[in-house]
């Protein structure tokens, strides 16, 4: 049996500001890993590509308003930073 991966250990490191901030990022965050795994079956963010991440930003949330996509957006960037990768995508 293996252990689920753990989001807010992986993003502890770059996690800042208010409680709910980072409450937000971690629940982004989470909602993100899980639309990834589904699709692609990959289970922790050492895993992903820079398309597997654009693809989330790009179609599972073209729907949502300009606000909620600058949410993602920032927590993607926590994501990349974590990560050490040199990923830049456009709101």
């Keep these: 049996m293996s252990k ?26 989470k909602l ?23 693809w989330f930003l790009g179609h599972r949330l073209a729907s949502r308003c300009e606000a909620t996509r600058y949410y993602y957006l920032l927590t993607v960037r926590l994501l990349a930073r974590r990560l050490e990768k040199p990923w830049v995508f456009k709101c």
């Design 4 to 29: 689920s991966f753990d989001m807010e250990l992986f993003l502890s490191a770059v996690l800042t500001g208010s409680h709910a901030t980072r409450q937000r990022h971690l629940r982004q965050a």
């Design 32 to 54: 993100i890993q899980a639309e990834i795994s589904e699709r692609w079956q990959l289970e922790t963010p050492w895993a992903w590509k820079k398309k597997h991440v654009a």
